[in-house]
């Protein structure tokens, strides 16, 4: 006999000794069974239990925050790299005038020097232009170059939505087994009129389950009483 059909027992023999005086309504509140621990943490050596449903272990909910959260910044990502790569561009076009109006400088330089080759600030004035202009082409291959990394990131960024459409897929896949899971472990018997199960049955290795001589010793007991 388990220990449910033993109150059982016990209910039915004294319920005919208890007055409607001695019934007190119980306004203990009973401990939620399904309400989740505050306090979880998970071991590594520790394999029972698994960690209770809440929105820090539902594995679908933390992929969809996962591609939700990726997806937002790699397009403020995309939107940074064209910035720099619009950037980029305007400063080509600046030291593309910068270098028009060099290239003007150096040729009316270069017809003074001929007109006055004693002159000597008119060979020097040519010599600091040709380091300018040395300057200003390696400035412009640089914005080049950061230009070009630019174009080269957006590209790869494109990878991001390929990595999202592979998690969207296992998603998928495992929405389908979640709900084959629970199709194949549907009952057409209502949870609430289902009979409820015994805590310990015999042959259970516990010492909460009566024998034989504890029964009749209990049956004993009971009548006795009446």
């Not at 403020?76 to 619009?86: A, G, Y």
């Not at 593309?96 to 400088?105: D, G, H, P």
């Not at 590209?155 to 709900?179: C, F, G, P, T, W």
Request: hydrophobic residues 30%.
């Amino acid at each position: 006999m388990t220990q449910e059909e033993l109150d059982a027992l016990l209910n039915d023999g004294t319920s005919e000794q208890q007055t409607q005086e001695d019934i007190q309504p119980d306004t203990e509140e009973l401990p939620q069974k399904d309400q989740m621990p505050s306090k979880f943490r998970i071991e590594q050596d520790t394999l029972w239990p698994p960690p209770p449903p809440n929105a820090e272990h539902k594995v679908i909910h933390q992929l969809d925050d996962v591609t939700q959260d990726s997806e937002a910044k790699a397009s403020q990502t995309f939107d940074k790299l064209e910035v720099i790569n619009n950037a980029g561009g305007v400063i080509e076009e600046s030291l593309s005038e910068f270098e028009k109006f060099i290239n003007s400088q150096e040729e009316m330089l270069q017809k003074l020097h001929k007109k006055f080759p004693d002159f000597h600030t008119f060979s020097q004035k040519l010599e600091e232009i040709q380091h300018i202009k040395e300057v200003l082409k390696t400035i412009t291959n640089n914005i080049q170059d950061i230009s070009n990394a630019a174009l080269e990131a957006m590209d790869i960024m494109q990878y991001q939505d390929i990595h999202r459409q592979k998690i969207e897929r296992v998603i998928n896949v495992m929405r389908s087994l979640a709900k084959y899971m629970n199709s194949l472990f549907e009952s057409k018997i209502d949870d609430s009129k289902r009979v409820s199960s015994a805590v310990h049955i015999e042959g259970d290795n516990t010492e909460n389950v009566l024998n034989e001589e504890d029964i009749e010793k209990l049956v004993s007991s009971l009548s006795n009483n009446q």
